[in-house]
């Protein structure tokens, strides 16, 4: 059974910082790309970012460009997300997924894993 935990939400002021993490278990994570998404209320689901198994594939959305970075450690089984710069527009539930595939960029169907969610609010 793949797990994935996602921890690190919360909330925090206009400009300031956070970092999510996702823990994985029950598969190979190091074959795995990984992503961020996020919903916000009243919203669909929307990418955020990508890494690709080795980490040397990256993708983000042009909403987040700059601001938010993703990466992972392989030995911990872990994927994360640091937000910097946050604005009220970044408040949603980031759920972490991962995929089958080693490379993946934004299209939901090609995550086969999610987690449950953690809550990131941004207040003005």
């Known amino acids: 059974q793949v797990q994935l935990v996602e921890s690190g939400g919360g909330l925090v002021q206009t400009g300031g910082s956070l970092r999510l993490s996702c823990a994985t278990s029950?598969?190979?994570?190091?074959?795995?790309?990984m992503g961020w998404f996020r919903q916000a209320p009243g919203k669909e689901r929307e990418f955020v970012a990508s890494?690709?198994?080795?980490?040397?594939?990256?993708y983000y959305a042009d909403s987040v460009k700059g601001r938010f970075t993703i990466s992972r450690d392989n030995a911990k089984n872990t994927v994360y997300l640091q937000m910097n710069s946050l604005k009220p527009e970044d408040t949603a539930v980031y759920y972490c997924?991962?995929?089958?595939?080693?490379?993946?960029?934004?299209?939901?169907?090609?995550?086969?894993?999610w987690g449950q969610g953690t809550q990131v609010t941004v207040s003005s």
């Open positions: 997924a991962a995929s089958n595939f080693r490379t993946v960029f934004d299209r939901r169907g090609d995550y086969h894993y």
């Open positions: 029950g598969r190979t994570f190091s074959m795995s790309a």
């Open positions: 890494i690709s198994w080795s980490g040397d594939m990256i």
